[in-house]
Nanobody, 121 residues
């Protein structure tokens, strides 16, 4: 069982930056692939980014490539999402996700409760 708690959301102007954090419970954080999803009002939840267990590989949705960076600190049981050059269309609730195998398929085993990111124009 893994519990995920996101933080770092808020209101930012277009072009600004935010860093989201997701703290995970348990001693086996390094055994999970971690990721981020987001859900905008009236839209389905969609994949944003993922990072492998050892942080050796990452992948991103096309819409955030070059602007967002996912990272993790296994010693702190935490995964991060650095978001730069934010756009109004990035406004959404951002969810942390964890899975032993694959997190980018829309079906991760564990979800956080979400944190709101609002980008004003």
């Amino acid at each position: 069982q893994v519990q995920l708690v996101e933080s770092g959301g808020g209101l930012v102007q277009a072009g600004g930056s935010l860093r989201l954090s997701c703290a995970a419970s348990g001693r086996t954080f390094s055994s999970y692939v971690m990721g981020w999803y987001r859900q905008a009002p009236g839209k389905e939840r969609g994949f944003v980014a993922a990072i492998s267990r050892s942080a050796g590989s990452t992948n991103y949705a096309d819409s955030v490539k070059g602007r967002f960076t996912i990272s993790r600190d296994n010693a702190k049981n935490t995964v991060y999402l650095q978001m730069n050059s934010l756009k109004p269309e990035d406004t959404a609730v951002y969810y942390c996700a964890a899975d032993p195998l694959v997190v980018s398929d829309g079906k991760p085993a564990y979800w956080g409760q979400g944190t709101q990111v609002t980008v004003s124009s």
